[in-house]
């Protein structure tokens, strides 16, 4: 167990809708990371927030965005849902240190079917 | 090209066997180098990581960079059926903390 909740485990849904997945870091960590896995594109990085403000942003679509609340919890919203965003979606946390890359620990992901 | 290039596989090979799993890159830059392994249905969990060039050790498991090559490897040694997961190799650059993965490679040890 890597210390990384995330809410909810499997989500069906119809295409054109709006989603909000949820992840809640481990206790200390001030970053928390996104990240989409598909069969075809693999892991891919969307967004990364520390303390509260985005701090990268990676292959995050329009329609996607995400938060980061003081209590350093995150949501990722996915909006006007496509077919093709069926996929898992994960979330990563780490202490968040500057300057390094310090160790992502990974929940174990929501899985996403868009139908 | 993508910038982490790994064969995906699949590898099957039986226990006890060497295991040698690789990924190349592009980008000179990355100076951070990690595996992690995934069990199905579940997140990725680290498994070495390692800065720079150069050899590590954790057990069964060695993982080597040599960034001449754009080259990194990891062995796993008198491989277990538990080690049946499927690898990603994954880096980054200096300063960042945004992880560029592998495809992953699937692998099976079979008893």
């Known amino acids: 167990d890597s210390g990384v909740t995330q809410t909810p485990k499997h989500l069906i849904t119809a295409t054109g809708q709006r989603v909000t997945l949820r992840c809640s870091p481990r206790?200390?960590?001030?970053?928390v990371y996104w990240y989409q896995q598909s069969l075809d594109q693999g892991l891919q990085f969307l967004i990364q927030?520390?303390?509260?403000?985005?701090?990268a942003k990676g292959n995050i679509l329009e329609r996607f965005s995400a938060q980061q609340f003081p209590d350093l919890h995150s949501e990722l919203n996915l909006s006007s849902l496509e077919l093709g965003d069926s996929a898992l979606y994960f979330c990563?946390?780490?202490?968040?240190?500057?300057?390094?890359?310090?160790?992502?620990?990974f929940g174990p992901g929501t899985r996403l079917t868009v139908l | 090209q993508k910038e982490v290039e790994q064969d995906p596989g699949p590898l099957s090979v039986p226990e006890g066997a060497i295991v040698s799993l690789n990924c190349t890159y592009s980008?000179?830059?990355?100076?951070?180098f990690m595996w992690y392994r995934q069990y199905s249905r579940k997140g990725p969990e680290l498994l070495m990581y390692?800065?720079?060039?150069g050899n590590k050790e954790d057990g069964r498991f060695t993982a080597q960079v040599d960034k001449s090559s754009k080259y990194i490897s990891l062995f796993i040694r008198d491989s277990q059926p538990s080690d049946s997961a499927t690898y990603l190799c994954a880096m980054s650059l200096q300063g960042a903390q945004k992880l560029v993965f592998g495809q992953g490679t699937r692998l099976t040890i079979n008893p």
């Open positions: 980008n000179s830059a990355f100076q951070y």
């Open positions: 390692t800065y720079s060039s």
């Open positions: 927030y520390y303390n509260g403000e985005e701090r």
């Open positions: 990563a946390s780490s202490v968040g240190d500057r300057g390094r890359s310090d160790t992502q620990y």
């Open positions: 206790s200390g960590d001030l970053s």
